[in-house]
């Protein structure tokens, strides 16, 4: 065997090998995910509200997996939000925003990024709503904006809080001005829902960026946010050269946020329905159980969100 058939056959090898490898496809439907240890059942992280035994992270989740952990499964229901016309720009780069548009929908089983759900904690009616980060990286466009403010709409026609869980990096590109315009909307309805005097409590998820946090992401009367996620503007390496100064490792995380004031508690996902339960029984002055279990706690826990309230 010469050495050029040697080539050749050890060729034929590589390809074989690199056939063998998993599509992404293959990954998403796999029973199998990866965390700090190596792979990890999903089933198993998922009886864990999808977060790491091992480290904590809080794996990105749907929003009905959101609304299944904050009002418990089959305890709230969709609403069907407007759906505006689609590709006003008729974008195409590398392929069309509208084949980009199916190929969300299928794989997420939402019509857009955002979804808005109603149901109940405490005994408190709630208007709720979430974005999915696997519909085009939970970026915001008019079909989302018109979510939102649909959102608000129903927590004003209802008198209801309105809580919502933002992720994503911000406006979409694919409706330009369409999109950036939403932030304006999106910041006018939330201005309704104060002037109607309804609490409205913004819990950030990995991640929250751009025009989501320079819009109504940041306008909330509280903020949460789950341990370890990003929140930000404009990308750290981006304020890294502008200012050319070193940023401390957990720059632009959860916990960094909170120490400078814009984040006012990081929560688990576990405590997330009973936090903010207790805050809706205060801000409303509810007298509900909660509410006399609030009084007899000593816990300083409470202490900052009722000064807040009050
Ligand atoms: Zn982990």
């Excluded at 198993?44 to 809080?58: A, I, Q, R, T």
């Excluded at 857009?112 to 979430?130: D, F, H, L, R, S």
């Excluded at 006012?264 to 805050?279: F, S």
């Amino acid at each position: 065997m010469n050495w050029l058939t040697k080539a050749i056959k050890f060729g034929e090898k590589i390809k074989k090998v690199l056939k063998k490898r998993p599509s992404k496809k293959d990954i998403e439907n796999s029973d199998w995910t990866s965390c700090c240890k190596g792979p990890v059942l999903k089933k198993d992280l998922e009886e864990n509200l999808w977060v790491c035994n091992s480290c904590g992270k809080h794996h990105r989740i749907s929003c009905k997996q959101r609304f299944d952990i904050f009002f418990g499964k089959n305890n709230y229901q969709i609403l069907e939000t407007p759906i505006p016309s689609e590709d006003p720009l008729k974008w195409v780069d590398t392929k069309s925003y509208k084949e980009r548009l199916k190929a969300a929908r299928i794989k997420t089983n939402q019509n857009c990024a955002v979804e808005i759900a109603k149901g109940k904690i405490n005994n408190i009616e709630i208007t709720a709503g979430a974005i999915n980060f696997e519909f085009i990286g939970g970026s915001v466009g008019a079909a989302e904006g018109e979510a939102i403010i649909y959102g608000v709409q129903h927590a004003i026609d209802n008198k209801t809080p309105y809580i919502f869980f933002p992720c994503g990096g911000g406006q979409r590109m694919f409706e330009s001005p369409i999109a950036l315009a939403n932030m304006t909307r999106t910041t006018l309805a939330i201005n309704e829902l104060k002037k109607n005097n309804l609490p409205y409590i913004v819990c950030f998820t990995d991640p929250t960026a751009g025009g989501i946090t320079a819009s109504f992401a940041m306008l909330g009367d509280i903020h949460l946010a789950e341990p370890g996620c990003l929140i930000a503007f404009a990308g750290k390496r981006v304020i890294q050269a502008t200012v050319k100064e070193e940023l401390s490792p957990d720059f632009q995380t959860a916990e960094f946020v909170e120490k400078h004031g814009f984040v006012d508690r990081v929560v688990h996902r576990k405590e997330l329905k009973n936090q903010i339960g207790k805050l809706l029984s205060i801000l409303l002055k509810k007298n509900t159980e909660i509410n006399s279990e609030i009084k007899n706690e000593t816990s300083e826990n409470i202490e900052p969100f009722a000064k807040t309230a009050s």
